[in-house]
């Protein structure tokens, strides 16, 4: 007698072959609201509140359409997502209705091109805006706000500085006047004497003329409190109807931290002598080699503080930058050290600490931010990402350790409030090199070969048989090293999950170009900083600018290196950032926003292996390769890290 072939017994076949899976639906939601949408955007829950907004514009008419579309764009721009922003403000039409819809509409793409380094091009939208009839004092007050972001990226400081006196006479609050004041005055100050000199010589408007000489005034009697006050005494009579207000022009002569006064003095405090010193130099090495090609004759003097081995420390070491004289600390790395200080240590100075914390830092200290290559970040990124691609059921394989459980942690409670649902969950032993047990659990293939050997032991017969992964996830998150990558994804494949998308982040990615053993890689999709995966334009020019021969270029310590370099450049871009949550800088360790809470978030570029090379994926980032990451062309005779 023959053997039973498989599909003669379809409706056996069926529940063996899934696994006798019942798919999970998605859970249901409730109806959208506008209220909802707001919440969730006050929240900093940006890509939820761009969800509700879409469905309200699929049931609303016009104009009420247009406005949900609108502010789903601006939702997503606030969460960093520019492809889905992208993808829906083309879909928006406004041309029917009044001048200020197209005035949003122009706002949100010179935002796009302004977060892709397109800056001329956003400034020429936005001068678009600005020619538009019967423009509200808010939609105005935008337009130069966001138009100064552009010019300062440029590196045109005075241009920001126009578009920003142009700017108060939109807006009427006396808090946000202040802030306007507050951000104008400070770029200022950040700019080179030399050059406030030439700009106060051509400037013309009085106004602007005004705010030049009082920071040439600031300037030119730094650590002279009485040479100080007599010039400011001068210049008031000068300038007796000059916007300035009375409480900034009061801080020049009593300074507060991060309100008035040129930084000088920046201390950074890395662990150069822990078991993470090759760690802290890295980020050490990269922070210098942004210091080294600033060519400005009037940058900050660096003073570097080891912070030693134990974290308990470091709060002392803390204290004694800022009895050294330190306007602006960088550090400490290191997640034990940066709670030791919030535990204990007042921060009276700015302070970027290279980690996050389990800590609120705007609730510590409005002077306090954090910044770091969190991974809980990169995980909920991954669970957006795919949510955005469509993908509503994940499966998620991941290590059985203390990080494994981190990342999955995250990634799995931003899936869930997205909506998302999870039809299996399975760890991994990092110690072994075949997980085909695991795989199968994950995949319900355990469950299909039982069910074959229950229907041999019923018919008698050996079956024919041929097991499938079950056929209910949309996509793979797979929390993985390199290392295990390369092992993981070719038994998946093997095990019928070919077809299925596999979303990781950059872990699995050692940084090195290994195309031969990096092709077991193929089809993973993750997310990375540009640092490691644009390798032309300003990229390529930084690198070539600032790491030379340093041993550890395309390593997992590239990644430190960046972040040292970001570090340095995003201190005088803290304060424009912070007072717009759509503005962003475009670093080299990603496009950087700053939350209500003080940290930094970091928004990942995309790229997929492909016969094992990463390829970006985002094709308005495969034409860009454009940070605001500035070099002065200088080179660094440092020697490379030991």
């Not at 700019?191 to 408007?205: C, W």
């Not at 990615?509 to 193929?522: E, N, S, Y």
């Not at 334009?537 to 040292?564: C, E, F, N, S, V």
């Not at 340095?568 to 475009?586: E, V």
Request: with cysteine; aromatic share 8%; charged share 20%.
């Amino acid at each position: 007698m023959k053997p039973i072939r498989w599909l003669a017994i379809p409706i056996i076949c069926t529940v063996i072959l899934a696994g006798c899976v019942t798919p999970r639906r998605a859970p249901t939601l409730a109806p959208a609201n506008t209220s909802t949408a707001e919440n969730a955007e006050r929240g900093g829950e940006y890509l939820l509140a761009a969800h509700e907004y879409t469905l309200l514009a699929q049931s609303a008419v016009a104009p009420q359409q247009q406005d949900y579309q609108l502010r789903a764009v601006a939702a997503l721009l606030k969460a960093g997502q520019l492809r889905e922003a992208h993808r829906q403000i083309d879909l928006i039409d406004v041309s029917a209705l009044d001048s200020t819809f197209m005035a949003r509409k122009l706002i949100l793409q010179a935002r796009l091109l302004i977060a892709e380094s397109e800056f001329v091009k956003g400034i020429r939208q936005l001068d678009d805006a600005g020619r538009l009839r019967n423009l509200s004092p808010a939609l105005l007050a935008e337009i130069n706000g966001v138009r100064s972001q552009a010019e300062l990226a440029l590196d045109n400081p005075i241009g920001a500085v126009r578009n920003l006196i142009n700017r108060e006479q939109y807006i009427a609050g006396k808090e946000e006047v202040a802030e306007n004041q507050k951000l104008l005055w400070k770029i200022l100050v950040s700019m080179p004497r030399a050059r406030l000199e030439t700009e106060f010589n051509i400037a013309r408007d009085p106004v602007l003329a005004g705010w030049i000489e009082l920071a040439l005034i600031d300037v030119q009697n730094a650590g002279q409190p009485l040479l100080l006050n007599a010039a400011i005494d001068q210049w008031k009579k000068a300038h007796p109807n000059h916007p300035a207000s009375a409480a900034l022009l009061n801080s020049l002569t009593s300074p507060t931290p991060g309100i008035s006064g040129r930084i000088e003095r920046i201390a950074l405090l890395l662990p150069l002598t822990s078991g993470y010193a090759v760690a802290a130099q890295a980020v050490r090495d990269g922070f210098m080699a942004m210091d080294a090609a600033n060519t400005d004759p009037d940058k900050p003097k660096i003073t570097i503080y080891d912070t030693g081995p134990d974290p308990a420390k470091t709060p002392q070491i803390y204290n004694q930058a800022v009895k050294d004289g330190a306007q602006f600390i960088v550090g400490p790395l290191g997640r034990d050290a940066a709670e030791a200080v919030i535990r204990q240590a007042n921060i009276p100075v700015p302070t970027l600490m290279l980690n996050h914390t389990d800590e609120n830092p705007s609730a510590t200290s409005k002077y306090l931010f954090e910044f770091g290559l969190s991974l809980e970040q990169e995980a909920k990124q991954v669970a957006e990402r795919a949510y955005l691609d469509g993908y509503r059921q994940a499966a998620v394989f991941y290590p059985n350790s203390s990080w494994g459980e981190r990342v999955m942690k995250a990634w799995l409670d931003h899936w869930q409030s997205l909506g998302g649902v999870v039809v299996s969950s399975q760890t991994y032993n990092e110690a072994d090199s075949d997980f085909s047990d695991s795989i199968k659990q994950l995949l319900n293939i355990t469950q299909s070969e039982a069910r074959r050997r229950d229907v041999q032991s019923i018919v008698g017969q050996k079956l024919q048989f041929e097991a499938r992964a079950r056929q209910d996830i949309d996509y793979i998150f797979l929390a993985a090293d390199a290392k295990h990558g390369r092992l993981i994804k070719p038994q998946l494949n093997f095990y019928h999950a070919s077809h299925v998308p596999v979303y990781s982040t950059s872990h699995i990615f050692a940084g090195a170009g290994d195309p031969v053993r990096d092709t077991d890689l193929d089809g993973v999709l993750f997310g990375d900083m540009p640092w490691m995966l644009v390798g032309d334009g300003k990229i390529a020019q930084l690198r070539q600018t600032l790491q030379h021969d340093w041993p550890y270029a395309h390593t997992d310590l590239d990644r430190l290196y960046a972040l040292g370099v970001d570090s340095y450049a995003i201190l005088p871009n803290l304060s424009r950032i912070g007072m717009d949550t759509g503005a962003r800088f475009s670093g080299v360790t990603s496009g950087l926003s700053l939350d209500r809470n003080g940290r930094l978030q970091r928004q990942l570029t995309w790229a997929r292996f492909n016969h094992g090379v990463p390829q970006l994926v985002d094709t308005f980032l495969q034409r860009k390769g454009q940070f605001e990451v500035q070099s002065d062309n200088a080179t660094d005779d440092r020697p490379p890290l030991k």
